[in-house]
């Protein structure tokens, strides 16, 4: 059973915007989502991510000011808006989901034991 289900990535050139999108299992009761990605030959790294009931969120140094998560709550989905994507932007970028525990940053460990898609493939050409 799919538990996360993402969309949206694609191709772009540099300067473009991508929407991700994530829909939770309505199984789940997220408590925090986020946005996760590995790049070839590189560690795999937290993007964005949100503490689902205050709304709060926390980006990645690399990405603030271009990449924007928001939710929509009805629909048990959280969103990844990328704007002036960069080549070093190119990656597979995971949705990961935690329950019931809060994150407060992606750092957290909860991430390790929650939930996450099977990746979705981004990639800015320059």
């Given amino acids: 059973q799919v538990q996360l289900e993402e969309s949206g990535g694609g191709s772009v050139q540099a300067g473009g915007s991508l929407r991700l999108s994530c829909e939770a299992s309505r199984y789940i009761r997220p408590s925090c989502m986020g946005w996760f990605r590995r790049a070839p030959g590189k560690e795999r790294e937290g993007v964005a991510g949100m503490d689902i009931g205050p709304g709060i969120t926390y980006y990645a140094d690399s990405v603030k000011g271009r990449f924007t998560i928001s939710q929509d709550n009805a629909k048990n989905t959280v969103y990844l808006q990328m704007n002036s994507l960069k080549p070093e932007d ?37």
């Avoid at 990961?96 to 390790?112: E, H, I, K, T």
């Fill in 90 to 126: 190119t990656a597979v970028y995971y949705c990961a989901a935690v329950s019931p525990w809060r994150c407060y940053g992606l750092g957290s460990s909860n991430w390790q034991s929650g939930y996450w898609g099977q990746g979705t493939q981004v990639t800015v050409s320059s």
